[in-house]
T-cell receptor, first 115, second 115 residues
Framework: KAGVTQTPRYLIKTRGQQVTLSCSPISGHRSVSWYQQTPGQGLQFLFEYFSETQRNKGNFPGRFSGRQFSNSRSEMNVSTLELGDSALYLC???FGTGGFADTQYFGPGTRLTVL | AQKITQTQPGMFVQEKEAVTLDCTYDTSDQSYGLFWYKQPSSGEMIFLIYQGSYDEQNATEGRYSLNFQKARKSANLVISASQLGDSAMYFCAMREGHNNNDMRFGAGTRLTVKP
């Protein structure tokens, strides 16, 4: 069974640009969550999508957005990039039961560098 | 608000010895799940082990076991017979039982296995 895949693996952008990251979940998983990981802030939850609807949202500005397609693949977009957006962006998928035992499985991440 | 605390920023262990990584959590929910993930330098978060709040026995997965002390709200990860490949960041995480709650992570512990 294929794991979670994320593309691209590495990105270099300049301030003010926008970027789109993609995530394909494990087959059968309907929930996709996105996290930002930085050395200073650690792992921070961005949002979760389930059945093409945003189910949960973290405390990030509106420049960060996402969507989910009918095949459960998800994209996240960051507009007007800032230097502080440089981070490892991790995508995680799960069955999406919403229960406390719903285990998340992570992709390899996309490392974004903003110059 | 839920909170995960990992008090050990870094740990060293000799190869073939056992090591315990500490995790305490704070929640007012009776239903919750506790997770441990490993993050090698490559960046991917690897799911290791899960413990539910109602599970009476400590979870085990190969060389990994979870020392769950509910009254103390601790969920320590024990790695037996450490291997060089165990060198990585380890994250404790919790998901509460009310519907559609997101997963929250601790700051992580960096484990270094010495030959």
């Amino acid at each position: 069974k294929a794991g979670v895949t994320q593309t691209p693996r590495y990105l270099i952008k300049t301030r003010g640009q926008q970027v789109t990251l993609s995530c394909s979940p494990i087959s059968g998983h309907r929930s996709v969550s996105w996290y930002q990981q930085t050395p200073g802030q650690g792992l921070q939850f961005l949002f979760e999508y389930f059945s093409e609807t945003q189910r949960n949202k973290g405390n990030f500005p509106g420049r960060f957005s996402g969507r989910q397609f009918s095949n459960s693949r998800s994209e996240m977009n960051v507009s007007t990039l800032e230097l502080g957006d440089s981070a490892l962006y991790l995508c995680a998928s799960s069955f999406g039961t919403g229960g406390f035992a719903d285990t998340q499985y992570f992709g390899p991440g996309t490392r974004l560098t903003v110059l | 608000a839920q909170k995960i605390t990992q008090t050990q920023p870094g740990m060293f262990v000799q190869e073939k010895e056992a090591v315990t990584l500490d995790c305490t959590y704070d929640t007012s929910d009776q239903s919750y799940g506790l997770f441990w993930y490993k993050q090698p330098s490559s960046g991917e978060m690897i799911f290791l082990i899960y413990q539910g709040s109602y599970d009476e026995q400590n979870a085990t997965e190969g060389r990994y076991s979870l020392n769950f002390q509910k009254a103390r709200k601790s969920a320590n990860l024990v790695i037996s017979a450490s291997q060089l490949g165990d060198s990585a960041m380890y994250f404790c995480a919790m998901r509460e039982g009310h519907n559609n709650n997101d997963m929250r992570f601790g700051a992580g512990t960096r484990l270094t296995v010495k030959p």
